[in-house]
């Protein structure tokens, strides 16, 4: 079984915004965890909502810029494998992004994924903000990322937040916007974090 499956059956994988009390990763792991996209550069908003509700229980947004980094603010997507420095994730691969959302979905909530067309300035502009942003409260997920966005050139019109689902309708009317939805059945637990270790290992 490969090592992130141990690190990732470790993990508190909870969809809601939590306080992190983890270390930082130091700089050669950084390093080691960059990846970058060779695709279009976007940023994608992620909401985590309640099927029961309708409400938001977390926020956070992938950056594709120089490299692709997941700014998961008071996330508790953590495991001994994630290079997590203040509250960002790197290495963010399609097969962590996959293994990020599918942990977060299960019976109690689905995962909005809001995709933003950007330029490579915006892209590169975000993703500085975001790693010199540091550690966030909880439930300041939503807070925190429209603070980011709305300092992004173009975006400036963002209204900062505290509501995950504000953030997102404000996201949905953003020209070029994808809007994509994922649901899962389980219960969000132990199954949940079989499922996310094994999609980590898929690039």
């Known amino acids: 079984m490969p090592r992130i499956v141990f690190g990732l059956l470790a993990a508190v994988l909870l969809a809601a915004c939590s306080v992190d009390q983890s270390p930082d990763a130091p700089d050669n792991r ?12 976007t940023l994608t908003i992620m909401t985590m909502v309640n099927n029961r509700t309708g409400s938001g229980g977390h926020t956070s947004m992938l950056i ?3 490299q692709s980094v997941l700014f998961d ?28 959302k599918s942990s977060h979905a299960r019976a109690s909530h689905h995962v909005v994924t809001q995709e933003i067309p950007v330029t490579d ?7 500085q903000l975001a ?13 925190a990322t429209t603070d980011i966005l709305r300092q992004v050139q173009g975006f400036s019109s963002v209204n900062r937040t505290y509501y995950p689902v504000k953030f997102m309708e404000q996201v949905a009317t953003f ?12 219960a969000g637990d132990v199954i949940d974090a079989v499922r996310a270790a094994e999609l980590a290992t898929l690039e």
């Open 30 to 41: 950084v390093a080691a965890a960059a990846f970058r996209d060779t695709g279009p550069k």
């Open 64 to 66: 594709k810029g120089s």
């Open 73 to 100: 603010p008071a996330g508790s997507f953590r495991a001994p494998s994630v290079v997590e420095r203040g509250d960002v994730i790197f290495g963010a691969s399609p097969g962590l992004v996959r293994a990020y």
């Open 121 to 127: 300035a915006q892209a590169e502009q975000a993703l």
């Open 131 to 143: 790693v010199n942003y540091g550690a966030v409260p909880g439930a300041f997920c939503a807070n």
């Open 175 to 186: 020209p070029g916007v994808r809007t994509s939805r994922l649901y899962e059945n389980d």
